[in-house]
T-cell receptor
């Protein structure tokens, strides 16, 4: 598979439970991005990494959300003490590296992890 | 970041040309215009990007007037498989890697 891989595809959690969503970017890509998409809405930016550094986490809705990229290319979005309003699809994306640091505006998205909090 | 306005939904029939217009009155000098497509249960997919005039690729054309306050995504001869949500995004690629999506336009192609 050459695309962005996300797991699990579906997760059902009881309110108050912690969840972890995994993203494996395309091989050779950089900068995993995380987006949240509520039903019927467009994706909303959460956070992104450049290499190992989390450069922007302005979109994280609360301190219950945090993302990490401990090593390699894999990134994990963790949600603590889930609430019903956290129910959404969580999308991960990556972009091609560019030696000149230029941004082409093209992100490659995974299929998402659908979280349902009961 | 410039805000965009698109129609909420559009209907078309197979074989027709579809034009989706996006308004971005506050577009800045360094902003580019990018369109994404999203099918149900999938992540968005990049379609086309432009700065001014016209851009064409194997999927679509993007028309941008001189004042750049709007843009039109043109899909030639649509098929049922073009039924999707189409997002118009505007942003300065040089200063921000963050893409801001709006609510998009839901295109329904009928047989």
């Amino acid at each position: 598979g050459a695309g962005v891989s996300q797991s699990p595809r579906y997760k059902v959690a009881k309110r108050g439970q912690d969840v972890a969503l995994r993203c494996d970017p395309i091989s050779g890509h950089v900068s995993p991005f995380w987006y949240q998409q509520a039903l019927g809405q467009g994706p909303e930016f959460l956070t992104y990494f450049q290499n190992e550094a989390q450069l922007d986490k302005s979109g994280l809705p609360s301190d219950r959300f945090f993302a990490e990229r401990p090593e390699g290319s894999v990134s994990t979005l963790k949600i603590q003490r889930t609430q019903q309003e956290d129910s959404a699809v969580y999308l991960c994306a990556s972009r091609e590296p560019n030696d000149r640091g230029q941004n082409t505006g093209e992100l490659f998205f995974g299929e998402g992890s659908r979280l349902t909090v009961l | 970041l410039a805000k965009t306005t698109q129609p909420i939904s559009m209907d078309s029939y197979e074989g027709q040309e579809v034009n989706i217009t996006c308004s971005h009155n506050n577009i800045a000098t360094n902003d580019y215009i990018t369109w994404y497509q999203q099918f149900p249960s999938q992540g968005p997919r990049f379609i086309i990007q432009g700065y001014k005039t016209k851009v064409t690729n194997e999927v679509a054309s993007l028309f941008i007037p001189a004042d750049r306050k709007s843009s039109t995504l043109s899909l030639p001869r649509v098929s049922l498989s073009d039924t999707a949500v189409y997002y118009c995004l505007v942003g300065d690629l040089d200063s921000s890697y963050k893409l801001i999506f709006g609510s998009g336009t839901r295109l329904l192609v009928r047989p």
